[in-house]
Structure formats: C-alpha cells, structure tokens
C-alpha cells in the first residue's frame, strides 16, 4: 500500500511559477510508476507527465518544455516544477501510482485507468 498526499498548489499570475510535492508513505515511490494529473471543472482527469521506476520520463504534450517531474527520494517525494502557468493550467492537480508501468521515448502517457493509487489533489488557479 501507498499513503499520497500533493501539496504546494496556490494561486499565481500568468507566467509565474510553482513546484508541486507528493509525498509518499507506506513505501519508497520510486519503486513505482508515478504520474502527475489535473483536472479542471466540467473536464476529463488529463495526464501530464509519468515517470517509471528507470526514470524513464513521458510529458504530455500540453506542458512539454514547461513542467518537470523528478523524484527527491531522500524525502520519499515526487515533485512537478511548473514554469510559464497559463490561466488554462489552472485546475486540481493529483499525484498517482501504480506498481507495473514500462515507458520509452515516444511511448504514450499511461491513461488514469492505470493508476492504483492517488492523492488527495491540490487546487492550482492562475490568473491572466
């Protein structure tokens, strides 16, 4: 079993920054298929980007060249660097899990269905 729990969601100007925190508990994420999701109001749950247990790493291609993933593993956290925030990034964001996942380069974002576990989100808004 794995304990998720996002934080680091506020509210920030177009252009501006914000890192995303999910911690883990329960066992070591890095161990796991880990991806990043928003969802915003009257939408499908959209994956961002995923990385496996290789640290083979897929983005979508909505927040290529502006969103990292990456693990801190001495703090069993994974995290979402996001840069230039548009107003349609605004939506609650959700950490994910799933023991099984393979990615390559090119290979498509796992879908939600995949995913076993998730956090609780965290309300992200950007203002124009």
């Known amino acids: 079993q794995v304990q998720l729990v996002e934080s680091g969601g506020g509210s920030v100007q177009s252009g501006g920054s914000l890192r995303l925190s999910c911690a883990g508990s329960?066992?070591?994420?890095?161990?796991?298929?880990m991806g990043w999701f928003r969802q915003a109001p009257g939408k499908e749950r959209e994956g961002l980007a995923a990385?496996?247990?290789?640290?083979?790493?897929i983005y979508a291609a909505s927040v290529k060249d502006r969103f990292t993933i990456s693990h801190d593993n001495a703090n069993n956290n994974l995290s979402l660097e996001m840069n230039s925030l548009k107003p349609e990034d605004s939506a609650m964001y959700y950490c994910?899990?799933?023991?099984?996942?393979?990615?390559?380069?090119?290979?498509?974002?796992?879908?939600?269905?995949?995913?076993?576990?998730w956090g609780q989100g965290t309300q992200v808004t950007v203002s124009s």
């Open positions: 994910a899990a799933t023991g099984v996942c393979r990615l390559w380069a090119g290979s498509p974002l796992p879908s939600r269905y995949e995913y076993n576990y």
């Open positions: 329960g066992t070591a994420i890095s161990t796991y298929c």
């Open positions: 990385i496996d247990s290789g640290g083979t790493i």
